[in-house]
């Protein structure tokens, strides 16, 4: 038995020296510029999910999600995030698609978890990623906005659907992406 644990052991050993020896010899690919494999996002999908489920605080969002919050929650994406995720005009962003991982276009494929998960994602960023931590950039209080307007993106009050048209010239209750090749890259989860 013991010589069993002890192969475990001395087999982890050389492995994580297999992969740090790999990883210093230049092994390693560092490259932003090529897709991640299904396993690797698979994989790093759940491990995020997983954390955001075992760390962040279950609250209940602060600010009420009436239309002038919501509206405004609009205005702070527009200017912090549709550069990587996308604008209301629904069009690609290319930028957002040069990172690896991409960050996925949330206008069109808004997040389907509860805000405490999205506050804590936005406010606290993902680590080995372009998904920079959002607290010394916005306040608490916006922070709560942006996350109430992504979270009912697709059951906004009609107030702020005007808006979003307006402001845009895309209707926001048409769901269709951009074109093909848009949908092909954001299909990430
Ligand atoms: C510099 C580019 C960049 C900016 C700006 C940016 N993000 Fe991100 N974001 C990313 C990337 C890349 C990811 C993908 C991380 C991953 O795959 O785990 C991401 C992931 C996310 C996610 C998680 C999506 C999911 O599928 O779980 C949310 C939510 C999010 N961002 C919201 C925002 C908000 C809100 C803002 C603006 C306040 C913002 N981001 C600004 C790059 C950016």
């Given at each position: 038995?013991?010589?069993?644990?002890?192969?475990?052991?001395?087999?982890?050993a050389a492995l994580s020296l297999g992969g740090l020896g790999a990883?210093?010899?230049?092994?390693?690919?560092?490259?932003?510029?090529?897709?991640?494999?299904?396993?690797?996002?698979?994989?790093?999908?759940?491990?995020?999910?997983?954390?955001?489920?075992?760390?962040?605080?279950?609250?209940?969002?602060?600010?009420?999600?009436?239309?002038?919050?919501?509206?405004?929650?609009?205005?702070?994406?527009?200017?912090?995030?549709?550069?990587?995720?996308?604008?209301?005009?629904?069009?690609?962003?290319?930028?957002?698609?040069?990172?690896?991982?991409?960050?996925?276009?949330?206008?069109?494929?808004?997040?389907?978890?509860?805000?405490?998960?999205?506050?804590?994602?936005?406010?606290?960023?993902?680590?080995?990623?372009?998904?920079?931590?959002?607290?010394?950039?916005?306040?608490?209080?916006?922070?709560?906005?942006?996350?109430?307007?992504?979270?009912?993106?697709?059951?906004?009050?009609?107030?702020?659907?005007?808006?979003?048209?307006?402001?845009?010239?895309?209707?926001?209750?048409?769901?269709?992406?951009?074109?093909?090749?848009?949908?092909?890259?954001?299909?990430?989860?």
């Amino acid at each position: 038995m013991r010589n069993f644990v002890l192969g475990i052991v001395v087999t982890i050993a050389a492995l994580s020296l297999g992969g740090l020896g790999a990883a210093l010899l230049g092994f390693l690919p560092t490259r932003a510029n090529s897709t991640p494999p299904d396993f690797e996002r698979h994989v790093a999908m759940s491990a995020l999910d997983n954390s955001v489920e075992r760390h962040a605080p279950r609250v209940k969002n602060p600010v009420p999600t009436t239309d002038e919050n919501l509206i405004a929650g609009l205005k702070i994406y527009t200017m912090n995030c549709a550069g990587c995720h996308g604008g209301i005009d629904r069009k690609p962003v290319e930028f957002g698609r040069s990172f690896y991982p991409a960050a996925p276009n949330l206008i069109l494929h808004p997040p389907d978890d509860p805000d405490w998960h999205v506050f804590y994602v936005v406010k606290n960023g993902v680590r080995y990623t372009g998904m920079p931590a959002w607290e010394h950039n916005l306040s608490e209080q916006d922070l709560w906005k942006v996350t109430g307007f992504l979270t009912r993106l697709e059951k906004l009050p009609p107030a702020v659907q005007d808006y979003w048209k307006q402001a845009s010239g895309a209707d926001p209750s048409s769901g269709e992406p951009a074109s093909q090749d848009e949908q092909k890259h954001d299909e990430h989860k």
